[in-house]
């Protein structure tokens, strides 16, 4: 059988859940079924040089390539780049007839700023949502821009429950809407667990994951650890990511005087053994699709105490933490809970483990395939 060239529509590899969960995606879908090639709109840093790395097919459009000294080639990309900046103009439209002729499905991962790229003539068109369009104001705005282009995909695919109820209520459309969940490489995440990090041992460790920037609520994470420490409930705060708002959180960390406590580590390009090390991880996000991070620390066994309702999803029937409302004084008593009440922390931490079996990256990617099969026989 022929394999299904998929092409992922990214606008940049940054360090993020999103562009993790993709890495994953596109080393999980099995390589004799799926040609797969990942597609971003602007060069990114480390995160390019990653998927590389791992053998992933990366490309830019023609307007940012790096020029060729093969004079034919030069000619062509040259054409090319003119034809790919009248499809800007035209909001994208035909884009991926230029860049990646042949494409069976185009997948529009994460692409806002010209979603008519994410259609070609002859390729099926596949949407994700990674975000509650009702609990994140700026995703609720580019739908709603766009929601004239929904009809044209043929799967929306939303990353969990919640975030696929909030989609069809805000834009009233059911119809080729599923919910997938993000597969994580299980195996690669517990391997990656056990290299050793240097991290102080005197006292409890709580991890924070993420892109630091406002609506993940590390700020207000901050804030509440300091106030548990001056409670007498001394332990380590390390927040593991990079993003808009690092000058910011390290001038928040000066503010409180929290830099005996509070470990900025900064981008990492294996944030596991961090998880590992924790007693527990905390998401202090304002809003959420289904986060990445959550997964992985129930995969490594890691406990959870989270601001979002979303998480009920990851612990299914099980107590793999504590899901407070989403507002600074139930974070910090979540928090409280956790490094207080043992028989509570052992009740978790036993629930993250029996929980940690669902988290099988085959598995998680099976059910994607098929979604893409499926929608090949269409």
Same mark, same amino acid.
């Not at 969960?21 to 596109?26: M, V």
């Not at 509440?224 to 001394?234: P, S, Y």
């Not at 890691?302 to 107590?319: K, N, Y």
């Given at each position: 059988?022929?394999?299904?060239?998929?092409?992922?529509?990214?606008?940049?590899?940054?360090?993020?859940?999103? *562009?993790?969960? /993709?890495? %994953?995606?596109? =080393? @999980?879908?099995?390589?004799?079924?799926?040609?797969?090639?990942?597609? &971003?709109? #602007?060069?990114?840093?480390?995160?390019?040089?990653?998927?590389?790395?791992?053998?992933?097919?990366?490309?830019?459009?023609?307007?940012?390539?790096?020029?060729?000294?093969?004079?034919?080639?030069?000619?062509?990309?040259?054409?090319?780049?003119?034809?790919?900046?009248?499809?800007?103009?035209?909001?994208?439209?035909?884009?991926?007839?230029?860049?990646?002729?042949?494409?069976?499905?185009?997948?529009?991962?994460?692409?806002?700023?010209?979603?008519?790229?994410?259609?070609?003539?002859?390729?099926?068109?596949?949407?994700?949502?990674?975000?509650?369009?009702?609990?994140?104001?700026?995703?609720? *705005?580019?739908? /709603?821009? %766009?929601?004239? =282009? @929904?009809?044209?995909?043929?799967?929306?695919?939303?990353?969990?429950? &919640?975030? #696929?109820?909030?989609?069809?209520?805000?834009?009233?459309?059911?119809?080729?809407?599923?919910?997938?969940?993000?597969?994580?490489?299980?195996?690669?995440?517990?391997?990656?667990?056990?290299?050793?990090?240097?991290?102080?041992?005197?006292?409890?460790?709580?991890?924070?994951?993420?892109?630091?920037?406002?609506?993940?609520?590390?700020?207000?994470?901050?804030?509440?650890?300091?106030?548990?420490?001056?409670?007498?409930?001394?332990?380590?705060?390390?927040?593991?990511?990079?993003?808009?708002?690092?000058?910011?959180?390290?001038?928040?960390?000066?503010?409180?005087?929290?830099?005996?406590?509070?470990?900025?580590?900064?981008?990492?390009?294996?944030?596991?053994?961090?998880?590992?090390?924790?007693?527990?991880?905390?998401?202090?996000?304002?809003?959420?699709?289904?986060?990445?991070?959550?997964?992985?620390?129930?995969?490594?066994?890691?406990?959870?105490?989270?601001?979002?309702?979303?998480?009920?999803?990851?612990?299914?029937?099980?107590?793999?933490?504590?899901?407070?409302?989403?507002?600074?004084?139930?974070?910090?008593?979540?928090?409280?809970?956790?490094?207080?009440?043992?028989?509570?922390?052992?009740?978790?931490?036993?629930?993250?483990?029996?929980?940690?079996?669902?988290?099988?990256?085959?598995?998680?990617?099976?059910?994607?395939?098929?979604?893409?099969?499926?929608?090949?026989?269409?």
């Amino acid at each position: 059988m022929e394999r299904v060239k998929i092409v992922f529509i990214e606008d940049a590899l940054v360090c993020g859940g999103a *562009e993790q969960a /993709l890495y %994953d995606l596109a =080393l @999980l879908l099995d390589p004799e079924k799926f040609d797969v090639t990942v597609l &971003a709109q #602007k060069p990114g840093k480390d995160w390019d040089q990653k998927f590389r790395d791992a053998g992933i097919h990366l490309i830019y459009d023609y307007s940012c390539r790096p020029a060729t000294v093969n004079p034919i080639k030069k000619l062509g990309n040259i054409s090319k780049k003119l034809r790919t900046q009248a499809c800007y103009r035209a909001g994208g439209e035909d884009l991926m007839s230029v860049i990646c002729p042949g494409a069976d499905i185009l997948v529009s991962y994460s692409m806002w700023d010209y979603p008519r790229c994410g259609f070609a003539r002859g390729a099926k068109s596949v949407k994700y949502i990674h975000g509650n369009v009702q609990t994140n104001p700026v995703f609720r *705005e580019l739908i /709603l821009r %766009d929601r004239e =282009l @929904l009809p044209r995909y043929d799967r929306i695919v939303c990353v969990s429950q &919640a975030s #696929k109820q909030a989609f069809t209520e805000v834009t009233g459309r059911t119809e080729g809407v599923e919910a997938h969940y993000n597969p994580i490489n299980s195996g690669s995440v517990r391997h990656l667990a056990a290299q050793s990090v240097a991290l102080p041992t005197d006292a409890p460790l709580v991890c924070g994951v993420g892109r630091l920037s406002y609506e993940k609520g590390f700020e207000r994470l901050i804030v509440q650890h300091k106030r548990l420490v001056e409670e007498g409930l001394r332990h380590y705060l390390v927040l593991v990511g990079d993003g808009p708002d690092r000058d910011y959180i390290r001038r928040t960390v000066q503010a409180m005087d929290a830099q005996d406590t509070v470990i900025l580590a900064g981008y990492q390009a294996n944030p596991y053994p961090y998880i590992a090390a924790s007693r527990f991880l905390v998401c202090p996000s304002f809003t959420e699709g289904l986060p990445v991070v959550g997964m992985e620390a129930i995969c490594l066994g890691v406990p959870v105490v989270a601001a979002v309702p979303t998480i009920a999803e990851l612990f299914g029937e099980e107590q793999c933490g504590l899901i407070t409302p989403n507002t600074n004084e139930s974070l910090r008593d979540g928090m409280r809970q956790m490094l207080t009440d043992e028989e509570l922390y052992r009740r978790c931490r036993a629930g993250a483990e029996k929980r940690s079996r669902f988290f099988t990256g085959r598995r998680m990617a099976k059910e994607v395939e098929e979604m893409f099969l499926q929608l090949m026989q269409e």
